[in-house]
Nanobody, 125 residues
Framework: QVQLVEAGGGLVQAGGSLRLSCAAS????????MGWFRQAPGKEREFVAA????????YYADSVNGRFTISRDNAKNTVYLQMNRLKPEDTAVYYC??????????????????WGQGTQVTVSS
């Protein structure tokens, strides 16, 4: 059973950058597809980005494509989300997720078995 812990959230002005990290433990990290999701108040949890086991394939939501970059370091059991040119509408709790068999292009939150506790990202205008 893999455990996930996110870090790196905070308050940033519009146009700024943040880098989220998600450290995994309790499983073979390189066996898992990793994803980032977010949930704003009053809204459903939505897909942000995902990365394959090796890091060779990535997939992004249209809303973040070109601004956010997902990456992973299997030696450190960590996945990252570099967020640039942040907008107020990016404000949400960001969650890391893991699953062994999900396709990278899967955007449905229910397809992922393991979740972190989330980290708050607030973008001021």
């Amino acid at each position: 059973q893999v455990q996930l812990v996110e870090a790196g959230g905070g308050l940033v002005q519009a146009g700024g950058s943040l880098r989220l990290s998600c450290a995994a433990s309790g499983g073979t990290f390189s066996n898992y597809v990793m994803g980032w999701f977010r949930q704003a108040p009053g809204k459903e949890r939505e897909f942000v980005a995902a990365i394959s086991w090796s890091g060779g394939a990535t997939y992004y939501a249209d809303s973040v494509n070109g601004r956010f970059t997902i990456s992973r370091d299997n030696a450190k059991n960590t996945v990252y989300l570099q967020m640039n040119r942040l907008k107020p509408e990016d404000t949400a709790v960001y969650y890391c997720a893991a699953d062994r068999i999900v396709a990278v292009s899967t955007t449905r939150p229910g397809a992922y078995d393991h979740w972190g506790q989330g980290t708050q990202v607030t973008v001021s205008s």
